[in-house]
DNA sequence: ATCTGTAGCGCC
DNA sequence: AAAGGGCGCTACAGAT
């Protein structure tokens, strides 16, 4: 049953519903202990498009409410002190903050979803498709193209009252199968953590035009100043490069021009064959080899030619200007002259991510991605607090190395962190290589550098799930050497070694992998079935690898159409799986403590009566961001980083996880 | 002219 | 048997 409230009732006569008082729609609606909530906005953007309706109810009600007329604020107290149900409701919350309504639960089917099918991408999560696969309905979604231009009209309104009705049913449903794959507290923690991000993404972090331009102009001018020695290089030596110059006389440059374009790879590798650079790969996709230029192949390579290096820094500042160029200008809201990006909240390893491609028919505009923005000064220091402001900047020093040592709990990592002091690289170089054991990790960082590298770029490697052929590509070292680094690095760490053992095993067997015992988070292997399948053909009762060494040594078609290919599936997929199991944990869990960390920082603000007085620009993975004006900022600097080491104490019970802030004025640590 | 896939590279 | 995780944006190249 939908009931329309309104102001202005003689506009609407249909009888598809009723029209009912503010009065009639609390009295209901108070004597429920869950709402769901929708709005029907004039787009997407809360700072400069209204709210057109507010629609509250549940499966048997379902109240339409004309915000162009009705006080959205009669409706604050009601929304503050019930659970509400939600689809996606980071949009409508971002509304809801711009009329200072903030509710007290919220309960995101859209997240739930999510929640329950982390890793397979492949599962729709619309309201649309929600519907129909827990209530059995097709909802027409077209209308919501007609919104904008239509208003209120009655088939407007029977979509809206559509988009409340169903929520609790889904919910419902969710909640057995949540509960059957043990994801209440993942839930639960991301139900609360769309306030943050919802805040984040309100707040935006401000760009400083000025100085952005002025960073552009200097990109641009190097850019092109690197662009003009490559091609003089060519242009100089004609004979040698003839096929890399246009032989038309240039009207306009005076001259011959390359015929290079500098930013297309397919057109550089020609030229950087001609000067002795080995571009030859192997693809890690397909294992085929090709031909590649990227910085991985080159740097290496950097003596054989000047134009090698030359290359490599005409592409970083191509990059600066293409991604990090003018384009951002475009992002600044108009509104509150500050960019306001997009942040998916639960990607397959439970990590936010940040941006947004556009789409004019749509009418969505393009975000920026706000977690890969260029480390160096030059370009952070543009993103700075509002004037009267400081920025307070806050990271997790070593988070994921924390995760890590307190789920694997290797002896030797724990003292090393207990210790609390010295540098870990030093240290992993000193179990590494005996000849450094007895010596003060000081010295090793000091006087071994070479050796302190490889320990470095192996546990980087081991962690991630690299071996002993990792480390030796990664450092340049011979396949044994590498081989040697691997082996020694889990005899130094026997615990590690033990808990990756058991983190591969169980997510063979299980499908899945589990984060930790905290948020219970799990990220699903999609392709699992599959890989079942052929662990069966391999391992069921057939005598399959029998007939595998007979075919083998007959050098058989069917060996190598078949077997061959078969084994190497089964184990390319038990590695992808095994890599995951290793990984995902570790960027989870830690994923899972900062978000925790901004829902304390969250729950500070609003019990202190500080929302929308301190903002929250950004959040980088580890990292936090409070902007807020100067005479609070130190108080602010303590309580972010206690909210953050508080959220690491729930998941790091062993060694600590530390957080360390920086009062400042740019995005800077 | 517009769409799609890929290479390359920015961050943590 | 294979052999470093997660993400998003820009450019090019090829297809339609």
Not at 316 to 330: A, H, L, P
Not at 561 to 588: A, C, H, M
Request: proline share 2%.
């Amino acid at each position: 049953m939908i009931n329309l409230v309104t102001n202005q009732k003689s506009a609407f006569t249909d009888e598809m519903y009723s029209i009912c008082t503010v009065q009639d729609s609390l009295d209901y609606l108070y004597s429920l202990e869950s709402i769901a909530l929708d709005t029907e906005t004039e787009g997407f953007d809360p700072h400069t498009d209204a709210i057109i309706s507010l629609q509250l109810g549940n499966n048997d009600i379902q109240y339409v409410i004309d915000i162009s007329t009705v006080d959205i604020q009669l409706y604050k107290e009601l929304i503050e002190t019930r659970l509400i149900l939600m689809q996606n409701a980071k949009f409508d919350l971002k509304f809801l903050f711009k009329h200072n309504i903030i509710p007290k639960d919220i309960y995101d089917t859209f997240l739930a979803e999510r929640v329950l099918s982390t890793g397979i991408d492949n599962i729709r999560k619309s309201l649309g498709a929600l519907v129909f696969k827990y209530c059995n309905v097709s909802l027409d979604k077209s209308i919501v193209n007609v919104i904008g231009t239509e208003g209120l009209s009655t088939r407007v309104i029977q979509y809206a009252a559509d988009d409340v009705k169903y929520l609790h049913q889904i919910q419902k449903e969710q909640l057995i199968k949540l509960k059957e794959l043990g994801l209440q507290k993942t839930i639960s923690l991301d139900n609360k953590y769309v306030f943050v991000l919802a805040y984040i993404e309100y707040c935006g972090m401000y760009l400083n035009s000025t100085k952005w331009k002025a960073k552009c102009l200097e990109d641009k001018q190097n850019m092109q100043n690197i662009k003009n020695q490559l091609d003089k290089y060519i242009l100089d030596n004609p004979t040698d490069y003839k096929e890399f110059i246009d032989n038309q006389y240039n009207m306009f440059e005076e001259g011959f021009s390359t015929k290079i374009n500098w930013n297309s790879e397919k057109q550089v590798i020609p030229l950087m064959e001609k000067l002795g650079v080995n571009v030859e790969i192997k693809d890690k996709k397909t294992g085929i080899i090709k031909k590649s230029i990227d910085q991985k192949i080159l740097r290496p390579q950097i003596n054989i030619h000047s134009l090698v290096s030359l290359y490599i820094k005409y592409k970083g500042y191509q990059k600066e200007v293409s991604t990090y160029g003018e384009n951002w200008f475009e992002y600044i809201n108009s509104k509150t002259k500050r960019i306001h990006t997009n942040y998916t909240q639960i990607m397959n390893t439970g990590r936010l991510s940040s941006g947004q491609k556009g789409n004019k028919k749509k009418g969505i505009s393009q975000k920026p991605n706000m977690q890969n923005v260029p480390s160096e000064d030059r370009t952070r220091n543009c993103f700075t607090a509002m004037p009267k402001n400081k920025l307070i900047v806050c990271d997790y020093s070593g988070q994921e190395q924390i995760v890590l040592a307190n789920k694997s709990l290797d002896k030797d990592l724990l003292k090393f962190y207990k210790k609390g002091l010295g540098d870990m690289h030093s240290f992993v170089a000193s179990k590494i290589f005996p000849e450094l054991a007895e010596l003060p990790l000081d010295e090793i960082k000091k006087n071994h550098k070479e050796k302190r590298q490889i320990a470095k770029g192996a546990g980087f490697a081991i962690n991630y799930g690299g071996t002993g052929i990792t480390i030796a590509e990664n450092l340049s070292i011979s396949l044994e050497k590498g081989e040697e680094v691997y082996k020694a690095y889990f005899k130094a760490f026997p615990g590690l070694a033990n808990y990756f053992k058991k983190e591969k095993e169980k997510a063979v067997k299980l499908g899945y992998v589990q984060f930790n015992e905290i948020s219970y988070r799990k990220s699903f292997i999609p392709f699992f079935e599959e890989f079942k399948t052929l662990h069966n053909e391999l391992y069921g009762t057939d005598n399959f690898w029998d007939i595998y060494k007979l075919e083998k040594s007959k050098h058989s078609d069917y060996f190598k159409t078949e077997l061959s290919p078969k084994v190497r599936k089964y184990f390319k997929k038990k590695g992808d799986i095994e890599r995951t199991s290793l990984n995902y944990p570790i960027q989870g869990t830690s994923a899972d403590i900062t978000k925790l960390a901004g829902i304390y920082v969250f729950k500070y603000l609003k019990e202190n009566n500080l929302l929308f007085k301190v903002l929250m620009p950004n959040v980088v993975h580890d990292e936090l961001h409070l902007e807020c004006s100067e005479d609070i900022a130190s108080e602010m600097a303590v309580v972010l980083k206690d909210c953050m080491e508080k959220a690491g104490e729930k998941f790091c019970k062993t060694i600590a996880l530390k957080a360390d802030p920086c009062i400042t004025d740019y995005w800077t640590h």
